[in-house]
């Protein structure tokens, strides 16, 4: 069976637990929104911020809502997920992100940015430079944040950095060297595991918002389900599509207990 024959099978207009979900469409509970509201409130305030959590809880999603809800006139967002840059490249972006022409060195970016703060001053955008993956980063990058998240102008910060990680960026930045960048970010935030009643509500979110008229997963399903995922969103989009294109070739209307388990591992044929 294609693709476009389970979709089909459903009713559905698209595959709904795809990775490309639109910001209007993003799955925002209250214990989300809360993160998002402190993360929007750490912009407003010109702090820096650290957001961690597991592999695919959805932190970049969160990201995309902090973006959606900044508004454009008063922020310049700048996204980097590639956190293994080396020292060099990773001023290139930075200087990007703050609508400079690139510099190589350091003491050119602080230059650079002298220069633009009044700029930045009279027409009143803020720079936010969000680092995601920043476990990966290079001591060397991680050092010379803490420079930058120091530099401040009428002591008003110049710019707030967002760093975004699995859980040990956050043991890294307790370590004795990165101390100070560390007790320079007022806000560190964790997503926690999703429960039971949120991956409920997280499938019939994008179960509805993918055009479904009714429930597509049995009540025992989705225990089976959050307890496979550990409520990481992106193991319950993957498992929630192999169950349903299994369900789809048992002609069945809902995903059930039995069709939800023979789902984990896609070795098992049926
Ligand atoms: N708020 C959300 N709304 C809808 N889907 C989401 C949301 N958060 C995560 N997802 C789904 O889970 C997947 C993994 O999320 P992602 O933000 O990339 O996780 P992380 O960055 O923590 O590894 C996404 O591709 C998306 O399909
Ligand atoms: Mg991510």
């Known amino acids: ?15 709904p637990f795809g990775k490309d979900v639109a910001d209007a469409d993003l799955w925002v509970p209250s214990s989300r929104k809360r993160v998002v509201e402190r993360l929007v409130e750490a912009c ?6 650290l957001l961690t959590g597991e592999p695919g809880i959805g932190k970049t999603c969160v990201l995309r809502a902090l973006r959606h809800r900044l508004p454009e006139a008063g922020f310049r967002l700048t996204y980097c997920h ?3 840059l080396g020292r060099r ?7 990007g992100a703050l ?4 510099s190589a060195t ?11 703060v009044r700029e930045l001053e009279t027409t009143r955008v803020h720079p936010v430079f969000l680092l995601d993956e920043a476990h990966l980063l290079n001591q060397q990058v991680l050092e010379h944040l803490h420079i930058l998240s120091n530099y401040a102008w009428d002591s ?16 890294r930045l307790r370590l004795r060297t990165n101390r100070s960048l560390y007790s320079r970010i007022h806000s560190r935030l964790h997503l926690g595991d999703a429960g039971p009643e949120d991956t409920a509500e997280y499938v019939a979110h994008r179960v509805a918002i993918a055009g479904a008229a009714q429930d597509l997963f049995d009540g025992d399903a989705l225990a ?13 989009d993957r498992i929630a599509t192999e169950a349903l294109r299994r369900a789809a070739r048992r002609k069945l209307k809902r995903v059930d207990r039995k069709t939800l388990s023979a789902s984990f591992d896609a070795d098992e044929l049926d």
């Open 1 to 15: 069976m294609t693709s476009a024959k389970w979709i089909e099978h459903f009713g559905l207009m698209r595959a």
């Open 44 to 49: 407003h305030e010109r702090g820096h911020v």
């Open 82 to 84: 590639n956190a293994t």
């Open 89 to 95: 490249d990773f001023y290139r972006q930075l200087c």
């Open 99 to 102: 609508g400079l022409a690139p």
């Open 106 to 116: 350091a003491a050119a970016v602080f230059h650079a940015i002298a220069e633009h």
């Open 156 to 171: 008003a910060p110049l710019l707030s950095l967002v760093l975004v990680g699995l859980p040990e960026l956050d043991e």
């Open 224 to 236: 089976i389900l959050h307890e496979a995922s550990a409520g990481r969103l992106r193991d319950i």
